[in-house]
């Protein structure tokens, strides 16, 4: 059995930052390829960032260079580090795993239930 749970959304006004953090438990152990989704009430879920096994980091095109994704493999964690945060980036955020890699793509098998980021103007 795979468990994923985020943690550390929040509200807070546009230009201010937060710290998503992200742990993926699992019964058999092994390696999880991570990454981080959003959806936004009538929106599709989209991929914000996700790192590869060798440390290399994707990110959406509206996040890059604001938003940092980085691991910490021996707690088999995953962070989300977001700054200068707009009302646009308001969303449900999503922590996803897998042992298959997926990057921005949502093919992974295990979701968390999500933490809410809210940016007010």
């Known amino acids: 059995q795979v468990q994923v749970v985020e943690s550390g959304g929040g509200s807070v006004q546009a230009g201010g930052s937060l710290r998503l953090s992200c742990t993926v438990s699992?019964?058999?152990?092994?390696?999880?390829?991570m990454g981080w989704f959003r959806q936004a009430p009538g929106k599709e879920r989209e991929g914000v960032a996700a790192?590869?096994?060798?440390?290399?980091?994707s990110y959406a095109d509206s996040v890059k260079g604001r938003f940092t994704i980085s691991r910490d493999n021996a707690k088999n964690t995953l962070y989300l580090q977001m700054n200068s945060l707009k009302p646009e980036d308001t969303a449900m955020y999503y922590c996803?795993?897998?042992?298959?890699?997926?990057?921005?793509?949502?093919?992974?098998?295990?979701w968390g239930q999500g933490t809410q980021v809210t940016v007010s103007s």
């Open positions: 996803a795993a897998d042992q298959v890699q997926w990057l921005l793509w949502p093919g992974y098998n295990y």
């Open positions: 699992s019964d058999t152990g092994g390696y999880y390829y």
């Open positions: 790192i590869d096994s060798d440390a290399t980091t």
